[in-house]
């Protein structure tokens, strides 16, 4: 082992099919707070959720601190934890309310870089229940708030107490979701792990993590998305790996891309998992062109390796600099997914220089100006 470091793992897990089933052994659970998705009320599975819930909340769309703070005010003192059952979103609402409801004031005020109190850790138990495979929330230590708009942002509340305790991961409630979200979410997971694994921040234990899950989504991404392998056993694969970037994440940040997408997705109503899927190629591309001409080492093995691997499994042609090979793959699953450019969601020419003064470009193994990054915004128009 060369370097030092710190590693959180995350809480209790309950993975696999028919898992949700053995939601209330986990704790005791009563008087609990439920945060779902419309989609979630049509499952048989809600029917187990009876007596264990007190109040419940439809969330729709990421959460806004004002939808934080109103179902904090309904809730507070008056619940023993959260279930947040669906989406990053829905599991950042849960994050975020269990938090509020042991802490005073709104939530902004504890928003990194937006408020001015921090964030004391205390914190509900939160039981954690992704339905799409894309965030990793259900790993994380932060919660993503949104504000949009001309001032628009996307902000986090972060401590590492906000880890949810206690995690379910049934397949079978992800098996349902729109190919189009599943396709977004996948990217924007694909994209954690990718970022984690050439992190500045990574270590031997992220690498280990952010390699498995990255040959997994190598291995059957495409095939889950375009219903050629949909099934729970695939489903449940690319499920565990995006739980996977949410622990990478977590333990070795991400890089130019969650920099770019976080207040590109403050100022436009834009999928995060579109704007990292979309932006990725230029981002990779760029930093993989100046690490071969300003400094090849060990970021630069890593990504060869991953290309090795990816032209070893797709059985592709060798070659010289295998680091594109991942360039190439992401491309590809860019047009077979459909997956839209920034263009289709308002976002011009004229925009590139102001999401790119807002932008951050930590953790990248190459540190980009401003013009470089709104050359990145262009190119992924
Ligand atoms: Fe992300």
């Not at 990053?88 to 509020?100: E, F, H, I, T």
């Not at 020419?349 to 102001?354: L, M, W």
Request: aromatic share 8%.
């Amino acid at each position: 082992m060369e370097k030092s470091f710190n590693f959180i793992g995350s809480g209790k897990l309950l993975f696999g099919r028919g898992k949700f089933s053995e939601i209330s052994t986990l704790t005791e659970l009563s008087n609990c707070l439920l945060l779902c998705g419309h989609s979630f009320l049509k499952t048989h599975q809600y029917k187990i959720m009876d007596n264990l819930v007190k109040f419940q909340f439809i969330i729709s769309g990421e959460p806004d601190p004002e939808s934080v703070d109103r179902i904090t005010s309904e809730v507070k003192n008056k619940i023993t934890a959260v279930i947040a059952i669906g989406g990053g979103s829905v599991l950042d609402a849960g994050k975020a309310v269990a938090a509020m409801c042991c802490a005073e004031g709104s939530v902004e005020d504890y928003l990194e870089g937006v408020g001015t109190l921090v964030a004391t850790g205390k914190t509900l138990p939160v039981i954690a229940v992704p339905t799409t495979a894309g965030t990793g929330s259900e790993a994380t230590k932060n919660a993503v708030i949104c504000r949009r708009g001309k001032s628009g942002y996307k902000k986090s509340l972060r401590h590492d107490n906000y880890i949810p305790p206690f995690i379910i991961m049934d397949p079978e409630l992800y098996i349902n979701c729109p190919p189009p979200i599943m396709s977004s979410c996948g990217m924007d997971a694909f994209c954690q792990l990718l970022e984690s694994y050439i992190s500045t921040k990574a270590t031997d234990f992220t690498d280990l993590l952010a390699w498995n899950g990255l040959t997994i989504f190598i291995e059957y991404f495409l095939n889950l998305c375009k219903g050629i392998s949909k099934n729970t056993e695939t489903m449940g694969k690319i499920a565990f790996a995006a739980y996977l970037s949410g622990i990478t994440l977590a333990n070795a940040g991400l890089g130019t891309v969650h920099g770019i997408a976080g207040p590109m997705g403050g100022f436009f109503d834009i999928p995060h998992g579109t704007a990292c899927g979309t932006l990725l190629p230029e981002v990779l591309k760029k930093t993989i062109d100046r690490l071969y001409s300003e400094n090849p080492g060990e970021h630069l093995n890593k990504l060869n390796k991953l290309g090795t691997y990816i032209i070893n499994h797709h059985k592709t042609k060798a070659q010289k600099k295998p680091a594109y090979a991942v360039y190439d793959l992401i491309n590809k699953w860019l047009v077979e997914l459909e997956i839209p450019g920034l263009s289709q969601f308002g976002i011009t020419e004229s925009d590139g220089e102001k999401i790119a003064l807002a932008s951050g470009n930590k953790n990248n193994p190459i540190q980009f100006s401003t013009e470089e990054i709104r050359e990145i915004i262009n190119r992924s128009l």
